[in-house]
């Protein structure tokens, strides 16, 4: 039988970070790339350099890291996303979040406030489906320090 370890046991409330990002990126005027796992299979590799990188300095705008704050993080954190769809249309939740982990915390290390993303420091996220919100679809992310 096969065991499966969670690192960290105990309770994730020490620092928090909370920010908002949008369910798709705008790419030019009349591109953009919508944040899920069919898009990012199917898109060129320069399309998606540009989505990266534009995500990241979304992130870098949001001055999440203006060192008075104690990051990088030193213990294990713990992802939440709340996911508000603009539509009731449904959705493989999986689709979403592995583009969405993947460039959070990408974007997170490149700001200093991750040092890494590996199984040790990054635990399993929660995933939370949210009202639709046709005027501001997003995904909401609280990243919690954990002791």
Same mark, same amino acid.
């Given at each position: 039988? &096969?065991?499966?370890?969670?690192?960290?046991?105990?309770?994730?409330?020490?620092?928090?970070?909370?920010?908002?990002? /949008?369910?798709?990126?705008?790419?030019?005027?009349?591109?953009?790339?919508?944040?899920?796992?069919? +898009?990012?299979? +199917?898109?060129?590799?320069?399309?998606? &350099?540009?989505?990266?990188?534009?995500?990241?300095?979304?992130?870098?705008?949001?001055?999440?890291?203006?060192?008075?704050?104690?990051? /990088?993080?030193?213990? /294990? %954190? !713990?992802?939440?996303?709340?996911?508000?769809?603009?539509?009731? !249309?449904?959705?493989?939740?999986?689709?979403?979040?592995? %583009? %969405?982990?993947?460039?959070?915390?990408? &974007?997170?290390?490149?700001?200093?406030?991750?040092?890494?993303?590996?199984? !040790?420091?990054?635990?399993?996220?929660?995933?939370?489906?949210?009202?639709?919100?046709?005027?501001? /679809? !997003?995904?909401?992310?609280?990243?919690?320090?954990?002791?």
């Amino acid at each position: 039988m &096969a065991h499966c370890l969670e690192v960290h046991k105990g309770e994730c409330k020490m620092k928090t970070l909370f920010f908002a990002v /949008p369910l798709e990126i705008k790419l030019s005027s009349k591109k953009k790339f919508i944040m899920n796992l069919n +898009n990012y299979r +199917n898109a060129h590799w320069n399309e998606l &350099a540009k989505a990266k990188k534009l995500f990241n300095e979304m992130i870098e705008g949001f001055n999440l890291n203006d060192g008075t704050d104690g990051f /990088p993080f030193e213990n /294990p %954190v !713990r992802f939440q996303y709340k996911y508000y769809p603009k539509t009731g !249309r449904s959705y493989d939740r999986m689709n979403v979040l592995s %583009v %969405v982990d993947k460039f959070s915390c990408d &974007a997170l290390i490149k700001a200093g406030i991750l040092i890494d993303d590996d199984y !040790r420091r990054v635990l399993t996220p929660e995933f939370l489906h949210c009202k639709i919100d046709k005027e501001n /679809p !997003r995904i909401e992310i609280t990243v919690k320090e954990c002791v």
